[in-house]
């Protein structure tokens, strides 16, 4: 079957950011500091993304990219109520918003390249562990017969010796990748409890009276947790109670959802715009997109050119609390 063009961000969503009477928009790339005109269909596209891989013949399941043009075809109507009569939205929509907010955050390249990240870790992590226990010849000859015991190692063909050199340097004759399919399940598997997080929380609609608007990313739902040290947490972080999420519904509205009391309508200004517009361009996995071209927005996508491609989480802290937590201490 020929490739499907999957939208990582709605196609809907991103006309509301159509720069006037026009059908395109300013995209800016992180990647080399450009910024163009281009329209909603060729922006965030990814052949086949959402899509299997192929069986024997040849077929991939397209489930998961239909159900987000139903999610989609249903959510439309909502935003372009809302943004038509901010004022008026309704708290009976926030169940619908939800889900599609929590699947718009899961399936965002972005969150999907953090989760490949979560899962090199924890694999190196057990692949050390197993090296360690490699070097006890007495523990790893018992894991090594309760294996060949297992269903999973019934008909083993790899003596003792020759497991016990390949596991002292595993990284020396394989290659740890993760499936970007498998990985992308994984992601979408976190939308279940995003969701339940977002429908505890208050929302409302900010509003810009002046001549500033908002941009958007290709990774739209926008998570902000400050921290104890003057610093914050950008792009994860649901689960704290000090999350700050912001989703810019169209460049004079965005959706803030809080887990303290927020106005259901409320104008914002200057300061809080292009902080919210620096929050975006800093948690973009690559693109930004304006409906106007700004220097300043360029700017800011210049300093932030040096986060694109580079790690979205802290390696050693995570392996570390893997340790504090025990993972691996009962091989």
């Known amino acids: 079957m020929s490739r499907i063009r999957c939208h990582t961000v709605p196609q809907f969503y991103l006309k509301y950011f159509l720069i006037p009477n026009s059908n395109l928009f300013w995209v800016y790339d992180k990647k080399d500091s450009t910024a163009r005109e281009q329209s909603p269909i060729n922006t965030t596209v990814i052949g086949d993304y959402y899509l299997s891989s192929s069986d024997k013949e040849g077929n991939k399941d397209t489930r998961m990219e239909d159900f987000f043009s ?7 109507p909502l935003f372009d109520a809302w943004i038509s009569n901010p004022f008026k939205w309704s708290e009976d929509d926030k169940s619908l918003i939800a889900i599609f907010l929590s699947f718009m955050y899961t399936r965002a390249p972005r969150t999907i390249e953090l989760t490949k990240e979560m899962g090199a870790v924890g694999i190196n992590y057990r692949l050390d562990k197993l090296k360690d226990v490699a070097n006890d010849a007495g523990k790893f000859k ?13 008909g083993c063909k790899i003596s003792f010796k020759e497991c016990s050199h390949l596991m002292s340097d595993p990284l020396k004759y394989v290659k740890v990748q993760i499936n970007e399919k498998h990985a992308i399940g994984d992601s979408l598997r976190m939308s279940e409890a995003i969701y339940r997080v977002l ?12 001549e500033h608007f908002f941009v958007t990313n290709d990774t739209p739902v926008n998570i902000f947790v400050p921290t104890n040290d003057k610093k914050a947490i950008l792009g994860s972080g649901f689960g704290s109670p000090k999350a700050e999420i912001n989703f810019p519904l169209s460049p ?62 802290d390696a050693e802290k995570i392996r570390q609390r893997l340790e504090d937590a ?6």
């Open 70 to 76: 139903v999610l989609e075809d249903r959510t439309k």
């Open 142 to 154: 018992k894991l090594y017969e309760d294996f060949c015991a297992s269903k999973e190692g019934k």
């Open 199 to 210: 429908m505890s929380m208050h929302w409302g609609i900010g509003y810009i009276d002046d």
């Open 252 to 313: 004079k509205l965005c959706l803030r959802i809080r887990h303290t009391p927020i106005n259901r309508y409320h104008r914002v200004y200057a300061g809080f715009v292009d902080e919210i517009n620096r929050r975006s361009v800093y948690t973009a996995e690559r693109y930004i997109i304006s409906s106007f071209k700004s220097n300043r927005i360029y700017k800011i996508v210049k300093e932030a050119a040096s986060t694109y491609g580079k790690p979205k989480i």
């Open 326 to 331: 025990g993972v691996g201490n009962n091989l």
